[in-house]
Protein backbone atom coordinates (compact mmCIF):
# COMPACT_ATOMS: atom_id res chain seq x y z
CA UNK A 1 0.00 0.00 0.00
CA UNK A 2 0.99 3.90 -0.80
CA UNK A 3 0.58 6.67 2.13
CA UNK A 4 -0.56 10.10 0.57
CA UNK A 5 0.62 13.34 1.82
CA UNK A 6 -0.94 16.81 -0.33
CA UNK A 7 1.01 19.66 -0.07
CA UNK A 8 0.63 23.34 -1.49
CA UNK A 9 -3.10 24.80 -0.65
CA UNK A 10 -3.22 28.03 0.53
CA UNK A 11 -5.14 31.32 0.08
CA UNK A 12 -5.41 33.07 -3.43
CA UNK A 13 -7.39 35.61 -4.93
CA UNK A 14 -9.69 34.50 -8.37
CA UNK A 15 -7.78 34.42 -11.09
CA UNK A 16 -4.41 33.64 -9.49
CA UNK A 17 -3.18 30.06 -9.37
CA UNK A 18 -1.82 27.35 -7.02
CA UNK A 19 0.18 24.11 -7.82
CA UNK A 20 -1.34 21.13 -5.47
CA UNK A 21 1.38 18.50 -5.09
CA UNK A 22 0.48 14.70 -3.33
CA UNK A 23 3.38 12.79 -2.15
CA UNK A 24 3.42 8.83 -1.87
CA UNK A 25 5.34 7.13 0.06
CA UNK A 26 5.85 3.09 0.52
CA UNK A 27 5.69 1.10 -2.94
CA UNK A 28 6.30 2.57 -6.64
CA UNK A 29 2.92 4.21 -7.73
CA UNK A 30 3.05 3.50 -11.72
CA UNK A 31 0.63 0.89 -11.05
CA UNK A 32 -1.76 3.03 -9.35
CA UNK A 33 -4.24 5.31 -10.80
CA UNK A 34 -4.51 8.39 -9.26
CA UNK A 35 -7.23 11.29 -8.71
CA UNK A 36 -7.59 14.39 -7.26
CA UNK A 37 -11.01 15.15 -5.28
CA UNK A 38 -12.60 18.08 -3.06
CA UNK A 39 -14.80 18.91 -0.55
CA UNK A 40 -16.59 22.45 0.10
CA UNK A 41 -17.95 22.68 3.34
CA UNK A 42 -21.68 21.42 3.30
CA UNK A 43 -20.86 19.49 -0.18
CA UNK A 44 -20.44 15.88 -0.91
CA UNK A 45 -16.69 15.03 -1.87
CA UNK A 46 -16.46 15.15 -5.60
CA UNK A 47 -14.42 14.25 -8.11
CA UNK A 48 -11.91 16.92 -9.38
CA UNK A 49 -9.27 14.84 -12.16
CA UNK A 50 -7.73 11.62 -12.47
CA UNK A 51 -5.06 9.89 -14.44
CA UNK A 52 -4.88 6.32 -15.20
CA UNK A 53 -1.94 4.44 -14.22
CA UNK A 54 -1.58 2.32 -17.56
CA UNK A 55 -2.18 4.63 -20.69
CA UNK A 56 -1.72 8.25 -18.17
CA UNK A 57 -4.96 9.26 -19.53
CA UNK A 58 -6.95 12.14 -17.60
CA UNK A 59 -9.90 12.69 -16.55
CA UNK A 60 -11.78 15.86 -15.51
CA UNK A 61 -14.88 17.45 -13.87
CA UNK A 62 -16.73 19.88 -15.99
CA UNK A 63 -16.23 22.87 -13.77
CA UNK A 64 -12.23 22.57 -13.85
CA UNK A 65 -11.85 21.36 -17.66
CA UNK A 66 -9.54 23.66 -18.87
CA UNK A 67 -8.17 25.60 -16.04
CA UNK A 68 -6.36 22.80 -14.19
CA UNK A 69 -4.39 19.68 -15.26
CA UNK A 70 -3.51 16.72 -13.49
CA UNK A 71 -0.15 15.60 -13.62
CA UNK A 72 2.08 12.33 -12.52
CA UNK A 73 5.54 11.34 -11.92
CA UNK A 74 6.28 7.76 -10.99
CA UNK A 75 10.08 7.91 -10.56
CA UNK A 76 9.07 10.43 -8.20
CA UNK A 77 5.89 9.05 -6.42
CA UNK A 78 4.17 12.67 -6.78
CA UNK A 79 1.19 13.47 -8.64
CA UNK A 80 0.45 17.34 -9.22
CA UNK A 81 -2.49 19.28 -10.11
CA UNK A 82 -1.95 22.74 -11.44
CA UNK A 83 -5.35 24.94 -10.94
CA UNK A 84 -5.04 28.17 -13.15
CA UNK A 85 -7.94 31.19 -13.43
CA UNK A 86 -8.99 29.80 -10.05
CA UNK A 87 -12.75 30.69 -8.60
CA UNK A 88 -14.27 31.36 -5.47
CA UNK A 89 -16.71 28.11 -6.13
CA UNK A 90 -13.05 26.06 -6.39
CA UNK A 91 -12.90 26.84 -2.39
CA UNK A 92 -12.31 23.42 -0.68
CA UNK A 93 -10.65 20.96 0.72
CA UNK A 94 -8.15 18.78 -1.72
CA UNK A 95 -7.87 15.28 -1.28
CA UNK A 96 -5.47 12.92 -3.66
CA UNK A 97 -6.40 9.47 -3.98
CA UNK A 98 -4.99 6.38 -5.50
CA UNK A 99 -6.12 2.77 -6.11
CA UNK A 100 -4.05 -0.58 -7.64
CA UNK A 101 -4.90 -1.12 -10.99
CA UNK A 102 -8.00 0.94 -11.10
CA UNK A 103 -9.91 1.03 -14.57
CA UNK A 104 -12.51 3.09 -13.88
CA UNK A 105 -11.13 6.72 -13.12
CA UNK A 106 -14.28 8.41 -12.21
CA UNK A 107 -15.27 6.93 -9.34
CA UNK A 108 -15.15 7.70 -5.78
CA UNK A 109 -14.60 4.09 -4.49
CA UNK A 110 -10.21 5.20 -4.29
CA UNK A 111 -8.81 2.40 -1.42
CA UNK A 112 -6.47 5.00 0.05
CA UNK A 113 -6.42 8.86 0.63
CA UNK A 114 -4.74 11.65 2.06
CA UNK A 115 -5.65 14.11 5.08
CA UNK A 116 -6.27 17.01 2.57
CA UNK A 117 -5.04 19.96 2.44
CA UNK A 118 -7.32 23.43 2.13
CA UNK A 119 -7.62 25.93 -0.84
CA UNK A 120 -9.44 29.20 -0.17
CA UNK A 121 -10.18 31.36 -2.76
CA UNK A 122 -11.42 34.88 -2.33
CA UNK A 123 -13.13 37.33 -4.68
Known amino acids: QVQLVESGGGLVQAGGSLRLSCAAS????????MAWFRQAPGKEREFVAG????????FYADSVKGRFTISRDNAKKTVALQMNSLKPEDTAVYYC????????????????WGQGTQVTVSS
Open 51 to 58: ISWSAGST
Open 97 to 112: AADQYRRVVVSHEYRT
Open 26 to 33: GRTISTYT
